[in-house]
């Protein structure tokens, strides 16, 4: 009861302390568990290691088709797309109003159980007003395999690439297509080609070129990698060589472990600052401590008293902190550093509160101790 009185009494005489020091608190409790998180993504890149690009490739060693590209796709495991922001392939086809064959990618995603245009490729082309004139395709129209067409407009003679023949149909992969909008060719910074479909509109047996590519959407470890290796090994066999993998050891490491140093740093600090703002909240009380000595006060006894205090606000903010840091920050967190969330359990959580709050209350007691003790010996002094 004497330990809450006096709490009541700092919030209520001393407010902008009394925050400060549940700040103090709440800070240092969310440097520990990102630093725990880290510390858990460092050991894993130890072990595991990160790929030191954004692809997945795998060059043809053998005629693939567009079924093959399409039935693959359908049969990568869910978790592996997390990882994917497009993927991209290559044919060719012959289009109306141009005499040579011209080269066409499809930049694709998969969603719900649909081929669709790749969004993370084309909003940004569409936000720069990629369109000249009419509209591009509606995700609907893409994954429907809709005989529609964007074809790319004509400017000036002899442009590259090439634009095919200006009219409201364009022929390519041996079929018309309605022409649904033109592409502006003047638009600096993307390669444009002569004409866009929709994937599954081509038929079946068209012959794909060279390689097929994962484009991801962060650094996926060796594990991760090795994954993606089963999955088209699994569907293609030796009808594709799948590129090297090159892991980026020494860089990761580095920057995990010069991060770690400086929470850990920093949770150091934040506990002495406990420590020392509590003492001088101690030192105000002279007085009172003064008065309870006289009336036979042991300074063990006020030392424990006083740690006391700061247990009773350390735990509800330890418990606040954790909640705020596993609905609020990690999300955000594991955007950069995606095994963070795997880190933590509920008794990883009560482990660290527990221990930091048995560490922070011997901590305060020898300084209080300490201080408490010097207080004393000046009062015999005088």
Known sequence: MYSIKNLKILARNNTSIFVILLFVIFTSFTVIFFSIGLFYQYSRNLEDGELDS????????????????????????????????????????????????????FFLQ???????????????????LMMMEGSFFTQEQYSNGDMVAVILGEEYEFQIPPAPEQSDTVTAFGSSYDVIGIANPNIAGYGFQSVYVPFNSIPD???????????????????????????????????????????DLAANNAYYFSVIIISVCIAILSALNISILYNYIIISRQRQLEILRIYGG????????????????????????????????????????PLITQAYTPYIYVSIIVIYCILSYLLNIMLLYKNLKFKKEGMICI
């Open 54 to 105: 954004f692809v997945v490739a795998f060059n043809f060693n053998d005629i693939i088709y567009k079924s093959d590209i399409e039935e693959f796709i359908r049969q990568v495991p869910p978790e592996l797309y997390e990882n994917v922001a497009d993927m991209s392939c290559s044919t060719s086809t012959q289009v109306s109003g141009i005499e040579e064959a011209v080269p066409v990618t």
């Open 205 to 247: 047996d068209t012959e794909m070129f060279d390689a097929f590519y994962f484009g991801l959407n962060q650094r996926i470890t060796q594990s991760v990698y090795e994954e993606f290796e089963a999955t088209i090994e699994g569907f293609f066999g030796d009808r594709v060589t799948i590129n090297e993998a090159i892991l």
């Open 298 to 337: 042991i300074t063990s006894r006020l030392s424990i008293s006083t740690a006391n205090e700061i247990m009773l606000v350390m735990l509800p903010v330890g418990v606040i902190s954790a909640v705020v840091y596993s609905k609020l920050l990690m999300p955000l967190l594991s955007e950069t550093f």
């Open 110 to 128: 998969y969603n719900d159980g649909k081929i669709e245009y790749a969004n993370s490729v084309f909003d940004p082309m569409l936000d720069d």
